[in-house]
Each structure stands twice: as structure tokens, then as C-alpha cells.
T-cell receptor
Framework: DTEVTQTPKHLVMGMTNKKSLKCEQHMGHRAMYWYKQKAKKPPELMFVYSYEKLSINESVPSRFSPECPNSSLLNLHLHALQPEDSALYLC?????????????FGEGSWLTVV | KNEVEQSPQNLTAQEGEFITINCSYSVGISALHWLQQHPGGGIVSLFMLSSGKKKHGRLIATINIQEKHSSLHITASHPRDSAVYICAVRFPYSGGGADGLTFGKGTHLIIQP
């Protein structure tokens, strides 16, 4: 199993809503990532979890709140988002956060904030 | 500043043509990834290279560490190869994003039947 599974695939939410994006992998990877990708742009790193601990937060606004409840799951909690937060949110994982490891990406969650 | 440059940005070719996409970077790296992204959004990791050459099916990736350059080749291209191809490198001291990955802007490839 070399899959990173993300749910939901599509999400439309209002600016006052609270929602969550979920990511799951069963490859035994201990590094998991959230990326944000706007149209026609490369992905931008948001968060890195290494061994279930948040190791990197790339100055992401607090309306995005990551959570790693166990080594297989990664959540991104969303609250009071803005329309400019509409984007494709990609989850990825790798054996660990060191170089030399293949990174596996999920299919992404398309988020629209209205 | 550590940078990754890809070329061409857009490429349209006929089915069966040999395709080359190039990636160059500014300083030494510890790893280079070639990624494929279809319009639906998901990214597939094609290759991870630190030296030499790798082949998988009709795809070949090469890297020249001294010249700081990598190429992705597609032989006997097919319309299903149409996608965005992204080069991403890991600079040894996190010169890119926090996990060390700096992404190129991608090459939008269209293969016409």
C-alpha cells in the first residue's frame, strides 16, 4: 500500500464554518506534511510533523490548525477562513523528514471558501 | 538564494515524440524529485535522484551533480502523459521550504494524438 488518502476531495465552506481535512497513510511513514497549492503555482509547505510532533510551521495563520493524533493520521482543522484560502490542500508523507526519501502525495482536497 | 528553474514552462508535442524537460538549480543539493500532477490535483512521485540515472517504463530521469542539472525524458509519448511535471530539490541546509524542498514552477505538457 503506497497510498496517501485524503478526505474530503471537495469542500465548500462559509467563512464562519469549522471543518476539517483528513489524511491517512499506512506505510509506516513518520513524517507527514500539509501543502497548499493555488492555481498554476507550485505547492507551498504549511506544516511538517515528524514522529507525531509538529516540527515545522511555516508561519501559517492560526485559522489553520494541524493535528496528528497518531502515526497514520494527519488532520487540518479549519476555522474562520477567508476566500483567499481557497486552494488545493495536499497531504504528503515520507519515511522520515530526512533527505533521500521518496515523498508520497495524496490526491488533495479542493477547498472553496465562500 | 537557492532556486530551481524548469524549462520549458509549456510544451505541446505530437504522440510518439521524445520529450525532454529540464531542471537546473543554484547550489548543491541532497536529493531531486520529479513529480507529476494531473488536472485532478493529485501528485505522483516519479523519481527521487541523488546521482546518475533512473528508468521506469517510458520515463528516464538523469542528474548531473557537477552541472547542477537534471532532465526528465519521456519516450514514445502518449496523450495520457499530458500533465504538469514538477522538479523539486532538497537543499542540504533547508534553503527551500522547511523540509528542504524547493519546487520549480512546473512544465505543462500536452501530448496531442
Amino acid at each position: 500500500d503506497t497510498e496517501v488518502t485524503q478526505t474530503p476531495k471537495h469542500l465548500v465552506m462559509g467563512m464562519t464554518n469549522k471543518k476539517s481535512l483528513k489524511c491517512e497513510q499506512h506505510m509506516g511513514h513518520r513524517a507527514m506534511y500539509w501543502y497548499k497549492q493555488k492555481a498554476k503555482k507550485p505547492p507551498e509547505l504549511m506544516f511538517v510533523y515528524s514522529y507525531e510532533k509538529l516540527s515545522i510551521n511555516e508561519s501559517v495563520p492560526s485559522r489553520f490548525s494541524p493535528e496528528c493524533p497518531n502515526s497514520s493520521l494527519l488532520n487540518l482543522h479549519l476555522h474562520a477562513l477567508q476566500p483567499e484560502d481557497s486552494a488545493l490542500y495536499l497531504c504528503a508523507s515520507s519515511v522520515d523528514s530526512l533527505s533521500g526519501n521518496t515523498i508520497y502525495f495524496g490526491e488533495g482536497s479542493w477547498l472553496t471558501v465562500v | 538564494k537557492n532556486e530551481v528553474e524548469q524549462s520549458p514552462q509549456n510544451l505541446t508535442a505530437q504522440e510518439g515524440e521524445f520529450i525532454t524537460i529540464n531542471c537546473s538549480y543554484s547550489v548543491g543539493i541532497s536529493a531531486l524529485h520529479w513529480l507529476q500532477q494531473h488536472p485532478g490535483g493529485g501528485i505522483v512521485s516519479l523519481f527521487m535522484l541523488s546521482s546518475g540515472k533512473k528508468k521506469h517504463g517510458r520515463l528516464i530521469a538523469t542528474i548531473n551533480i557537477q552541472e547542477k542539472h537534471s532532465s526528465l525524458h519521456i519516450t514514445a509519448s502518449h496523450p495520457r502523459d499530458s500533465a504538469v511535471y514538477i522538479c523539486a530539490v532538497r537543499f542540504p541546509y533547508s534553503g527551500g521550504g522547511a523540509d528542504g524542498l524547493t519546487f520549480g514552477k512546473g512544465t505543462h505538457l500536452i501530448i496531442q494524438p
